[in-house]
């Protein structure tokens, strides 16, 4: 790609018909807020963006499916408990555990949705400070092994926005232990930890790699001009990364 | 109509932000003879006719697997109250 394309302009996708053939769902709920920056994500890296709705019933031959961020049913009960049951979601636990490992990307409520539907351990609770926090973060790629992660060199700080108010990543001792000792914990925040996760951990994966969840936010560091620090584009990576399973380049 | 209520309460292990945050600010009103707060949920399942057995079991099903969240929360109280 030469040029940069404005955000809500028309943009020319790069032409690789590999890339296009990479289905990629994402799923709006109600009160889903970064569906479309996910979906634009997607698009920018080439690859197939499909829109999938929280009351479907099929999961409409994705390669691999994003739960984007947001306040899905207003956070109400618990962040992502509601939406945890949602029909499609279903379909996703199904498929994310089957033998065929269906790629699945929690970012924010949606990292909070996988935690509750038990596709990745632990919860999260309101920030220590109690407030909205809204910064470019640095995070450290622990893990560069997942389905999400490949394109990250291990050890890389990368720099994506965080926003959110239960942001607080709460997991037993012997759970947190047992994901260092596994290699999952996908995501440390670097400096000072912004919302009292334990272990400073900033984003998980599943045993497999397939799963991954992490609060801060890659769809928002995509393009050129908008991104943290106006250039940030740290969070195409994962897009890269996805496609780098998919089409078995990795 | 009878309804069944249903308590739940962060795990004691787990820090509850709410909870300090309302003790941080009781002493500016007098209250200065509670040292810990902690905030939960009530719930109430209203049901139509008697709260049977069966419907009691419902209800515990439901608030073990939806109203709360085993890894944070514990359900701490079920209860039927008859109006």
Known sequence: MTETPLIGGAFQAPVDSRLAGARIGVVTFPGTLDDRDAVRAVRLSGATAVELWHADTALADVDAVIIPGGFSYGDYLRAGAISRFAPLMAQIIDAANSDAKLPVLGICNGFQILTEAHLLPGSMIKNDHLKFLCRDQVLRVENNATAWTNAYAAGQDITVPLKNQDGQYIADEKTLDALEAEGRVAFRYVGRNPNGSRRNIAGISNAAGNVVGLMPHPEHAVETGYGPAHTGTDGLGFITSVLNTLLGDK | MPRIVVDVMLKPEI?????KAIVGALPRLG??????????????????????EEILAQARQAAETMLSNPVIEDVVNIEVVAD
């Open chain 2, 15 to 19: 820090l509850d932000p709410q909870g």
């Open chain 2, 31 to 52: 209250f200065t003879a509670f040292p810990s707060v902690r905030q939960g949920k009530r719930f109430e399942l209203f049901v139509d006719g008697e709260v049977t």
